[in-house]
């Protein structure tokens, strides 16, 4: 994982990369996967998951990785990749609204979530400034502002990705961003390239 870019809101967004050949051990990586991570209890016991974050949704991992940085934890993306993550949403609903309640009372439900999604987004906000309640006393919010190249208060950012990892800019990066990927697939129509993508993503 690697941070990508702010948002609109102000909130970081982050986002993967491939290796260009598979390291001989863990790599350092001070951003946290909701969808797939793994650790001793303990650790959730001295940095838990933040009660006060209601019905956010790009924030939450955020939160998790300021928040284990300062309390003295390091995180570490695995040698090889063990799971996938299916971006595309176009099998499956994607609009917020599909999942919100039908009753009488959906506009003032959709109001009260919104301002509770506010809030939890004022929260996140506050740690990576380091400001925020739930920080550790080890680190601070800056020095892993600084190690991920964040800009806080210009929103930018400048992060240097380790030799092993490859970049956007590089010729023949194996990267597509999720709104890319489409095009991507269809400027490769009648290629033997585009067989051997298919092939590649048919052995997940």
Not at 51 to 58: A, D, I
Not at 73 to 82: E, G, I, K, T
Not at 92 to 112: C, I, L
């Amino acid at each position: 994982l690697i941070p990508d870019k702010f948002g609109s809101e102000g909130m970081l967004r982050q986002r993967g990369r491939f290796f260009c050949t598979p390291p001989d051990r863990p790599v350092r990586c001070q951003l946290y996967a909701a969808g797939f991570n793994f650790c001793f209890a303990s650790v959730l016991q001295d940095c838990p998951y933040d009660p006060s974050l209601h019905h956010l949704f790009f924030g939450e991992e955020v939160s998790m990785a300021v928040r284990l940085y300062t309390a003295g934890y390091d995180m570490y993306a695995p040698c090889q990749s063990v799971c996938y993550h299916l971006w595309s949403r176009t099998h499956r609903p994607a609009d917020y609204a599909t999942f919100v309640s039908t009753n009488n009372n959906t506009s003032n439900d959709e109001r009260k979530k919104k301002a509770q999604r506010e809030q939890s987004l004022a929260v996140v906000l506050e740690q990576v400034a380091g400001r925020g309640s739930g920080l550790g006393d080890q680190r601070t919010a800056t020095a892993w502002a600084a190690e991920l190249g964040l800009h806080v208060a210009e929103l930018t950012v400048r992060f240097r990705a380790p030799e092993c990892v490859v970049r956007t800019e590089d010729e023949g990066s194996a990267y597509f961003a999720p709104n890319e990927w489409e095009a991507q697939m269809s400027s490769l129509e009648g290629t033997d390239a585009k067989s051997l993508v298919l092939g590649f993503l048919q052995g997940f």
